[in-house]
Each structure stands twice: as C-alpha cells, then as structure tokens.
C-alpha cells in the first residue's frame, strides 16, 4: 500500500527566501504524486503533480516540486517566499499501477512566513 | 471558478445519534469521494463513489456509514450512529475522470463533533 511522510510538522521562513517543504513516499509500483494547500476554513487546493517525465515539475503560485526517485522524494520549493504563502500543506500519493481512487496523505506541514 | 461545496460547516451531535454530511461536487464531475481528518492527525480515505454505486472504501468505512447520491447535485456522507472516535473534519472530494493521475477538487469540510 502507498504511503507519505512529511517529516516536519512546522516550516518557519523570513519573507524572501526560499522555503522547502518535505515529502518522502513509499509505493509499490508508479508514484503519482501530488501537492495541495489548505488555507483557514477552505479546502485543500491542488498545487501541482508528478506523474512523469522531467523531475521538476512547476505548479501554482510560484511552486514547483522535485520528483527524486532514487530518494523517494518529492519536497515542495519555491523561491522566495510570501507572507501569503503561510498555510498548511499535504503531500499525498496514488500507485499508478492499479493503485486505485484513493489518495494517501501525509500529516500536513504548517508554513509560516514571517515578514 | 467551479469549486465543491459542503454544508454544514459545523456539526455538533450526541452520541449515538444519526449525522448527514452533505455534499455539492462540481457539476460536471463523475467521480466522488470522501476523506476524513482527525485533529492533529493525516487525511484519511474513507471511499469513491462512480454510477451510483461504492468503487473503493477503506477499512475506516464500516456498516455505519454510508453514501448516497439522492439527486443529480448531492452527495452524503451518513454515520448511523455517531462515536466519539468520529469526531473529525470531513472532506468531499470530486474528480472528471477516474484515472488517477488526475487531481481531486477538495470542499472546506465539515467539522463533526460528536459529544
């Protein structure tokens, strides 16, 4: 069965800088692998996936998200951080060989950006 | 923007007591689901829903609840008789197609609370 791992309940950035939040997966056959965002009283929001092809791939709001297959990653980055950005956010994965419907999420990560 | 919405935002029930969670997916989406968020805790699938009928459930999903699309708009989440242990944010979730490189359109939840 497929699983995530965010290792960090909490990111503290300074506006500007860059800011990374981690994500390490396990399944059995191919990862889809997706990030979602989760402002106050909204539902989480799709920001970017990987499903194939380049490693990098770049998604809403400046994101972007490197697919390490040898590190069974997928941490979520962007460049200069926003005091806007502070959210919670989850990583989730379907195994893309028959895997199914169901998406599995880590526990969330809480990014703050101070000004 | 289409987005997947969920009333109420807030329920507050005995234990014991029956719950209906309601649901608006997108209106053009196929594929439905249900996940749900213990506080302090990973989003949880509970199942998906295609053609009237359950496509998947997990092993949270027991005899108690149940799901039903009555109409052509809802979609509900019923707990027969409400635990304590089922305290928890309820998510919706929608989709066009089932394949499972596609992202799910979250709703903002239903916090249930069950005393």
């Known amino acids: 069965a497929q699983s995530v791992a965010q290792p960090e309940d909490q990111v503290n950035v300074a506006e500007g800088n860059p800011l990374t939040v981690k994500c390490t997966y396990s399944?059995?056959?191919?990862?889809?692998l997706f990030w979602y965002v989760q402002y106050p009283n909204r539902g989480l929001q799709f920001l970017l996936k990987?499903?194939?092809?380049d490693n990098l791939v770049k998604g809403s709001y400046g994101f972007e998200a490197e697919f390490n297959k040898s590190q069974t990653s997928f941490h979520l980055k962007k460049p200069s951080a926003l005091v806007s950005d502070s959210a919670l956010y989850f990583c989730?994965?379907?195994?893309?060989w028959g895997g199914g419907n169901d998406m599995r999420f880590g526990a969330g990560t809480r990014l703050t950006v101070k000004p | 923007e289409p987005e997947v919405t969920q009333t109420p935002s807030h329920q507050v029930t005995q234990m014991g007591q029956e719950v209906i969670l309601r649901c608006v997916p997108i209106?053009?989406?196929?594929?439905f689901y249900w996940y749900r968020q213990i506080l302090g805790q990973k989003v949880e699938f509970l199942v998906s829903?295609?053609?009237?009928?359950?496509?998947?459930k997990s092993e949270i999903f027991d005899d108690q609840f149940s799901v039903e699309r009555p109409d052509g708009s809802n979609f509900t989440l019923k707990i027969r008789s409400t635990k304590l242990e089922d305290s928890a944010m309820y998510f919706c979730?929608?989709?066009?197609?089932?394949?499972?490189?596609?992202?799910?359109?979250f709703g903002p939840g239903t916090r249930l609370t069950v005393l």
């Open positions: 989730a994965v379907r195994d893309g």
């Open positions: 399944v059995s056959g191919n990862p889809y």
């Open positions: 990987y499903i194939t092809g």
């Open positions: 209106s053009n989406h196929l594929y």
């Open positions: 829903f295609y053609n009237n009928e359950i496509s998947e």
């Open positions: 979730a929608s989709t066009g197609t089932s394949s499972s490189y596609n992202e799910q359109f």
